[in-house]
């Protein structure tokens, strides 16, 4: 199923805050085009993260800045960039990625633009960036001892 068929996105490519924009970037279509868009009837996913550009122009996302990125109320923050694009769009995004999301208060962006106050039930997580770790137990070094070994019997039977 191709998910352009049903909604619009603006960029993602952000390396600086000044990037954002509520453009629509894809699908074709309407990019460049918010009334386009909206005429459409597709739904609207925001995108709103950063990257960073590490070596040989690979680009991962900036955890250093998330919890600006994240935020309520700032230059380049997840909550006026919410409200930026409804007011454009007249309604808020049906969907909102980021990247670190229970860093520098993102769900409190989007509380605000669908109204809701006092959510129960909801999961307190650290504000920490998540960290990727290789899970219970498991050694680095099995792993790659693993990949050697796998590497030798290819080679020794012809693989």
């Known amino acids: 199923m191709d998910e352009f068929v049903y909604m619009f ?57 998330a919890n600006v990125t994240n935020a309520e109320t700032g230059f380049g923050s997840l909550g006026e960039s919410i409200q930026e694009c409804e007011g454009i769009y007249g309604k808020p995004a049906s969907f909102v990625m980021v990247d670190f999301f229970n860093v520098g208060p993102a769900i409190a962006s989007v509380d605000r633009a669908n109204g809701v106050s006092g959510a129960q039930g909801r999961k307190s997580l650290s504000t920490e960036a998540l960290v990727q770790s290789t899970g219970a137990g498991v050694r680095e070094r099995g792993s790659l001892l693993a990949v050697v070994l796998a590497v030798g019997v290819a080679v020794f039977f012809g693989a």
């Open 9 to 65: 996105e603006n960029d993602y490519e952000n390396v600086s805050p000044s990037n954002y924009s509520c453009n629509p970037s894809r699908p074709e279509a309407v990019a460049g085009n918010p009334s386009t868009a909206l005429e459409s009837g597709r739904m609207f996913l925001q995108n709103h993260f950063l990257y960073e550009t590490q070596l040989f122009g690979i680009q991962s996302p900036n955890e250093t800045y």
